[in-house]
Each structure stands twice: as structure tokens, then as C-alpha cells.
Nanobody
């Protein structure tokens, strides 16, 4: 299985930036795998934020973050990163890294389709 660990969360003022990183170990992602970022606030469902296809490098974004967030795969350090710019208070959430094997990123926004999850890293954006 793939073991995931997020880092890079913190507190920032609105308009600021943060860069999250997801380190993968164990069964290294590859082939037609998909890695994605989700976020969740108390009392609400986990929401897909961004994803990247390991095979094609195609990226995907929720409408709410398009133009502000950038997801990338660092092949040197074996991480998936999420550059978050122009942060808004509504971006405040626990952010989770997720992955699945063999089926690409179709329907990536559906949390139950992901087989591996990190522990989460908190992002707090103040007005």
C-alpha cells in the first residue's frame, strides 16, 4: 500500500500563500495512479480540491480554487505539492492527501474511490 504524509499547513492572512507537500512511501505511485488533495471542515463532507494523474501529468481542480492553486508532482523528491496562492478565509480546512492505483483520475472528487489517505494538515486563513 501507499503511505502518505502531508506537511506545510499553517496560518496565513487572506491573500497570502502556502505550499503543501504530500510524501509517498511504501508502494510508490506510478503507472495509471492518481493523487489528489481534499479538504474538510467540521460538519461538512470532504471536498476534492485538486488532483494529478501520475501517468499523464494531467491536473484537475475544483472550480473554487482554479487560478489560485497549482498541483504538481515532484519526481525528484517523490512528493505531490499544492501551491496555494491568493488564499481566502473560505479555504480554511483540514487538507488531506489521497491516492489510488490503476484507474487514473476519473471521478477523482469522490472520496470513497481513494485507497490511501494521509493524516491531514491544517490550513487557516484569517481575514
Amino acid at each position: 500500500q501507499v503511505h502518505l504524509m502531508e506537511s506545510g499547513g499553517g496560518s496565513v492572512q487572506a491573500g497570502g500563500s502556502l505550499r503543501l507537500s504530500c510524501a509517498a512511501s511504501g508502494a510508490a505511485p506510478g503507472g495509471n495512479d492518481c493523487m489528489a488533495w481534499f479538504r474538510q471542515v467540521p460538519g461538512k463532507s470532504r471536498e476534492g480540491v485538486a488532483a494529478i494523474s501520475i501517468r499523464s501529468s494531467t491536473t484537475y481542480y475544483a472550480d473554487s480554487v482554479k487560478g489560485r492553486f497549482t498541483v504538481s508532482r515532484d519526481n525528484t523528491n517523490h512528493t505531490m505539492d499544492l501551491q496555494m496562492d491568493s488564499l481566502k478565509p473560505e479555504d480554511t480546512a483540514m487538507y488531506y492527501c489521497a491516492a489510488r492505483r490503476g484507474v487514473g483520475c476519473y471521478s477523482w472528487t469522490n472520496p470513497p474511490t481513494m485507497s490511501s489517505w494521509g493524516q491531514g494538515t491544517q490550513v487557516t486563513v484569517s481575514p
